[in-house]
């Protein structure tokens, strides 16, 4: 992991001033940077705007930047949160995002019998939404993109045991909203009929 | 690697742990909920960023990056300024060594840069070059040294100008295979010495199978050469698999001399070598169970129809005789013939006896007719107006508009045929027993469509289309879709012949050299066409949409494969890990000790590799119940993901039998094999645990596919183990090898995987 660490660093320093460079560093996060984005934006001319936004900004502030032991990747994370930041910020209503989420197949069996609680990708997303800012970044990122606490940190300007009282506090949310919500929809009348 | 995959997961597992705490987490709920948080929202299904888009911001960074750059360059400039307000002599003592620096050392060599046409594109075709362009002239013998693609090929490079390369495979890429194209740092040289920052890696991958599906034409995969043959008339394959050809002479590759027969056509079955089964034949029809052919022969002022073993070796038998100048005859059963026997339709066994007559079918003066397989339906052209009869009820309709003799469907219920219409050919498809016709595909204007050819599944139509100056090429086209494609560039073919199992086309092409019978191999989906293989190709069926939901991942995913359970069975949904693989092989589907309607089926599911992560692979097996054509999921073994190792892979298997006691196994590489290696030295057959003797082995290079027969065997289980020393052509050895077990010898279809 070190090496791969230096490997980067010695790219990194080239990309400063050898666009190909930069272009082997873009072609190595542009997936997974784009992936993020459009997991939290939900549309793909939006995410599309902020992925080029997040490269462009990377491009304009590589100079300055110096590496602090973290993958690069931290960095470029650290960018896009902002950027889907000042974005929803923009928007009247941020949540309309999520509406585009498909809802699975109405009345399927559970999935899997053995998990603790039932839930569905749409009912997650928009719980997530109505998370406090820092729990919903530090949630999005440790469970959409199964980055390390310490890099979390990193992307947010935090420490690694505060992201983990982001995440506990988060989860313990999450879940409580989402056993509430499950237990209004099976009540009668909360049942679709 | 798969250790860095399980470590990962230990990582993520305890900075879970960490984050819940037994002691503020006591009954683990709140850890549960995070591991399902983390399964549903890594699976999530995110569509991929649009290539045009990734490329286009790709350049416009580096052009901005560039701008940037040379925007710096002037500050250099400056010194000069500066000189000019005045320096101290230690200053100019500075700058003199800068200078000479500048202008005197040479620079760094500038770091090799490659871009290549494949790059990250899924979906190249599988007879596209790979080529490189380098941003200098390289050392070419050094490139060429440290050139690897994984899975191996044999490939042959071309170059231009010592910066640009082409590599070309010597027989065309698998379909549905991730490929990785490697060239070393130290090998990939430039003439000034410079290097890559690493090893150049370009991962593509070819379309995956479902692309041909049955919406979508299959695709060619390799071209191998049958036979050399003369005055070719007729080809087809005997439900057996057994390729007949009608012509004057047959030249199978390695023959010492052609078979043929003086002065006449003869039947010649391309087996190697070629051997006559009956000379001087004509409109020859194996029969069902490919014991027998029957063919008519000329006798006199008429013609009889007479009947041999397939297999040679017999004296022919007269069943019956004809005045008519073209007669044609159909097999009812293995027993009984219709033909056309002057007087009109009728029906004889193989002693002659008259069984049957068709007084309401007219035949035309030929004797000419088509029959649908069933005998539902029969086409003939009684005053040469093109009719259709139903057999069952006695009624006619007639065509209008058809060119050329159309062809029914394998079930029977539907009849093809170019019509001609406002000057332009299309391929119209009517039901057998009236309905409107519909054009499934319309040809440009100029081009002549003729010999039409059903696939075994009945799902596509292979043709012949001649374009004016261009010749006769093979096409086809999907029924459900209309989609159509050309099979091959290749010119001058004609009687295209659907293998029994749907996954090749053998043709005639006819050159200035001479005629030769070839065989296309096809990307047929998995089962699509697998006639007689009912029950198998179901279960193969269900156990790719298994598999294509894990690749597809999504919301959905999940419970769909819940769809697909028998009622009460149980499978860990919970690793099949949805939206984690980029491709699956349905590799085979056997029967299963566990029931009489119980089917294995091997599946293997891949994933790329990305950004400098290995390709990982997944191996399940499933056991499908099948009751008609539905199946239904009982079980399900998992293995464990890990990574793709390097070396030969079988990613489909197909078992046949062609006669008691003997096993066919047809095992598709997605590598180039070492021909050293192949043989009986990498095989072993086992039944009931007693390894077999005798197993022939052979590998058949342009299609990448090993052949594996034995006969004289019993009926316990048999098992096919394939490793070391198989190897590929850079000598990497199959690793793990492959295994294949059957409860009993196969039945003549093949079961296709």
Redesign the interface.
Known sequence: MTSGLE?EE??VA?AK????????L???Y???I??YV??RVRS?EV??DI??EV??KA?RGLARYQSTGHPFSSWLYQIAVNAITDHYRSQRHPEDSLDE?????DG??A??E????R????E?WTEIAELPEQQRIA??L???E?L??AEIGQIMGKSEGAV?LL??RG??T??QRLLAGRATAQSPEGADG | MAERFWRRRR??ED?LA???PES?DPD???L???????Q???S?E?????PH??DH??A???A???A??SARTPRRHRVGSLFGVGLGLAGLAMLGVVLISVLVLPSGPR?V?VQASVQNNPRVAVNQAIDLSF?QPMVESSVDQGLRIQPALTVSTAWQGATRLSIRPRHQLVPNVAYEVTISRKAARAQDGATP??NIVIPFGTAPLSATAVGYPPSLVAVSQVATVQQPTALQYAPDGQLLVLAASALTPGAASPASVPGAAGVYSLSSPAALLAPGAAAPQPSPDSQQLAYWSAAGSSTELEVVPLGGGGQPQVVASSPDSDPVASWVNDSTLLYSGGQGLLEANLDGQVTAVYPFVKLGPSGFFEAAPGLTALYAQPGGIPTVYDLGTGSSLQLTGIQGVPVFSPDGAQLAYVALSGGRESVVVASSTGGAPRAVVVAPAGVALTQLAFSPGGQYIAYVATTPGVGSQLGALALATGASHLISSLSGVSLPAWSPEGTAISLVQTTGGGSQVLTFQLSAPPGAGAAGAGAAASALDTASTLAQLQVSGG??A???I??LLAPGAAIP??SLLPGHFDRFYAISSTASSSGPNAYQVQLELLRDP???LPAQYLDETATVSVAGTTGELTALTLGQLTALPPGPMVISATTSSTAPGSVTFVLQFDADLDPATVGAQSVQLTQSGTQVSGVRVSYQASSRQMVITATGLGSGPLVLTVGAPLADVDHTLISPPYELSLPALPTSAPTAG
Request: aromatic letters at 8%; hydrophobic letters at 40%.
């Open positions: 490997e010695r790219l080239r001033e050898d666009p190909e460079c930069f272009g082997a873009y072609d190595r542009f997936p997974q784009y992936r459009a997991s793909r995410a599309e992925t080029s490269f462009f491009l989420v498909p809802d699975p197949v399927a069996p999935v899997d053995e998990v603790a609680l839930l569905s990708v749409q997650v949630m999005t440790k469970y959409g199964d390390k606490l983990k995440v506990f989860t313990a999450l879940r | 990582r993520v900075e960490a984050v819940f503020q683990g709920r709140l549960a909920t995070a591991r399902e948080l983390r549903l929202l890594t999530v995110i569509g991929e960023a649009e888009y990734r911001l790709r416009s960074l580096l901005e990056h560039r940037r750059s770091q840069v941003n920052l690493s919301q959905g999940l419970t769909a819940q769809g949904t919970s990305t950004g400098g």
